[in-house]
């Protein structure tokens, strides 16, 4: 497969709520039970570091940073987000998508990339980890999604040329 990775337009945003939605599906990916409007994924995400993987001039993955925090002394600290196509999955997609925020992340500033991610999403784990994120900690029956209480691991990166 064939990857580009470029910056996330408004105009995308139809096929990254649709890729959102595949994710969701799976149970495994997030929280969230349904996508948000376009105006308010927006307003939750910074203004940089949003990208969108294509083959084939289709977009077939997107990744973005939220802030942690509002308060100033965490400007450098930001949860990401990446989300693959179905039919996309395992083809190198992920990751391209994750360099490409790292690094645009460590140029705009950004010391600590963080991720929340179910035990048993394994590919995710597999992934960060992959990218230099390393297991930071459990987070024990945190959120109860569908009457069952889920554990989530928190994983992070800290920066090697930022806030050093």
């Avoid at 083959?55 to 990401?80: K, T």
């Amino acid at each position: 497969m064939n990857i580009t990775v470029a910056s996330m337009k408004p105009d995308d945003w139809e096929t990254v709520q649709l890729i959102y939605r595949e994710g969701i599906d799976t149970g495994n990916a997030t929280f969230e039970t349904k996508t948000p409007d376009w105006e308010a994924w927006d307003k939750s995400h910074l203004q940089e570091c949003r990208f969108v993987a294509r083959s084939d001039d289709q977009v077939v993955g997107w990744a973005a940073l939220s802030p942690v925090s509002n308060r100033c002394i965490y400007a450098g600290v930001a949860e990401a987000s990446l989300y693959v196509r179905s039919s996309a999955r395992g083809q190198g997609v992920g990751k391209a998508l994750l360099l490409a925020l790292i690094e645009e992340s460590e140029r705009i500033g950004i010391w600590t990339l963080q991720g929340g991610v179910f035990p048993e999403n394994a590919s995710s784990i597999a992934l960060l980890k992959s990218c230099g994120f390393r297991e930071v900690g459990r987070r024990e029956r945190l959120v109860q999604k569908n009457g069952v209480w889920r554990d989530v691991l928190l994983l992070e990166r800290r920066s090697k040329s930022v806030g050093v």
